[in-house]
């Protein structure tokens, strides 16, 4: 009789760039902030809606190149039909279809939000993943800056209500009309041209005005001597466009008066400033503070479907990676008005407007920065009887039929492994019930993080096994409540 053939081992255990593994501490942090930002929209009126994780890839719209296989920016597959399949690359898009195919029924205009991952065929980086979550609030059928106010106010409160505390973000706002407006004056009607300037603008923060003028101008070349072909501006064409993009002020109405000196007079130029200036007067009239809502002529939006107003979240807050490295995430978020989306499908001009908090995104900032803390695992019960684990599952049962986290453990192994575990595991406290502890009438429990910081100011580990820092016993009965006193005192 042969030999059963065993199965060849996988040579290396990996897996696809931008595709994040996550550990319960992180899972957590992105439902909870899912679950605040959605209770904010919820609070101002929007209704939760759900679509597929596929669309048509000729129903979203995007990323899509004119060949046999539509896998540019999407990752797309071919049903049983023949008829291309891709992953959404945002809620946005799905929303769109959704909206034209049932706009006969729905109330108008139709206010939703939704949260969920979305995945883009794109080169990953740090803070850059290529599936995400986001959370998005958006309405379909009204127009009007101060349905863009509103968007943005709710942002805001969004941002904060996910965790930015004050002073720690911005919603940056800008138009698309006074961007056109910039691009007509210094005569650029080329497509490619005008893709030129706007990559330009949004690369203000990382290469300076100087750069920024290279771009505009002739063309850049980077310290590894890489040369990037610029916009082919003149220099008075480079001035006015640079003279657009620094005309932010202190407060939006300053902002506003330093733009009607930049853009001129023309009709786009002043259809853009009354749209800023109405967002203005109705985000006072919704109490949204300077210092949360600025806005910024640099503002370029990649996304191509906006039509007016563009808006960004911005975390502020610099923080300092394991390396010693200073790390400052950025954009968060964004979104703006998209009055062409919906018409794709029906053909009627249908007013939109929208905002995404990019939840993965901001989730990995606060890792980095320390607000999302470590792994908050379970009570463990340590087996002291490898032959009969009996006591450790009934004191974890009772544990958990008070409501508290717990386990029994379940592997094999000795005393030290055991509180290895418990520590890998994160958990707040150890029980243990030995034959001792059975006689008297006693459990014996370890406060793992107190037991930690008494540990700190110990020098010698004859001392530290005397002390035994936040290890106690306590009466059977004082069970429940001590582990209650120690996991409130972690909170």
Request: aromatic share 6%; net charge negative.
């Amino acid at each position: 009789m042969g030999k059963t053939k065993q199965p060849k081992p996988i040579d290396l255990a990996r897996k696809p760039r931008g595709f994040p593994d996550k550990r319960e501490n992180l899972i957590h942090a992105e439902q909870d902030m899912i679950e605040k930002i959605t209770g904010v929209y919820r609070r101002w009126g929007f209704e939760g809606l759900e679509t597929g994780a596929f669309e048509y890839a000729d129903a979203l719209g995007k990323f899509l190149p004119d060949d046999d296989r539509p896998n540019a920016g999407v990752f797309a597959l071919q049903d049983d039909d023949e008829q291309w399949m891709s992953l959404r690359y945002d809620l946005t898009a799905p929303l769109a279809r959704f909206a034209a195919e049932n706009w006969q029924t729905l109330p108008k205009p139709f206010r939703r939000y939704a949260a969920g991952p979305v995945w883009r065929n794109e080169k990953p980086g740090p803070g850059r993943f290529r599936e995400f979550l986001q959370c998005d609030a958006d309405t379909v059928g009204a127009a009007g800056a101060h349905a863009d106010a509103e968007m943005i106010a709710m942002a805001a409160e969004a941002m904060r209500a996910a965790g930015a505390a004050n002073g720690e973000f911005t919603i940056r706002v800008n138009t698309r009309r006074l961007l056109n407006a910039v691009l007509e004056t210094v005569g650029a009607s080329e497509d490619s041209t005008r893709l030129t300037i706007l990559r330009a603008l949004d690369k203000l923060d990382k290469f300076g005005v100087s750069g920024v003028a290279d771009l505009l101008g002739a063309g850049r070349m980077d310290e590894s001597g890489d040369f990037t072909k610029g916009a082919g501006l003149d220099a008075a064409g480079v001035k006015q466009v640079l003279a657009f993009a620094e005309a932010g002020r202190s407060t939006r109405s300053e902002t506003l008066e330093a733009l009607g000196q930049a853009v001129g007079t023309g009709e786009e130029a002043a259809a853009g400033l009354a749209e800023l200036d109405a967002i203005a007067r109705g985000l006072e009239a919704l109490g949204a503070p300077e210092s949360d809502v600025t806005i910024d002529p640099s503002v370029v939006r990649g996304l191509e479907y906006y039509t007016g107003p563009v808006f960004e979240a911005e975390l502020l807050k610099e923080t300092v990676d394991e390396d010693g490295n200073t790390v400052r995430i950025g954009s968060v978020g964004g979104g703006g008005r998209y009055d062409d989306l919906v018409a794709r499908f029906t053909g009627e001009k249908i007013p939109a407007t929208g905002f995404s908090v990019g939840v993965s995104r901001l989730a990995a900032a606060f890792s980095i920065s320390g607000v999302i803390g470590e792994l908050n695992g379970p009570v463990v019960v340590l087996n002291m009887d490898r032959e009969d684990p009996s006591e450790a599952l009934k004191l974890a049962t009772e544990l958990r039929s008070t409501g508290i986290r717990a386990e029994a453990y379940m592997g094999s192994s000795g005393m030290r492994p055991q509180m290895k575990y418990a520590d890998r595991r994160g958990a707040p406290a150890v029980i243990m019930v030995g034959s001792d502890e059975l006689e008297k009438g006693v459990v014996t429990i370890k406060d793992l993080k107190e037991g930690a910081r008494q540990a700190a100011a110990i020098a010698s580990n004859e001392e530290y096994r005397e002390a035994r820092p936040g290890q106690f016993e306590a009466p059977r009965a004082d069970m429940i409540a001590r582990i209650q006193a120690i996991l409130e005192a972690d909170q």
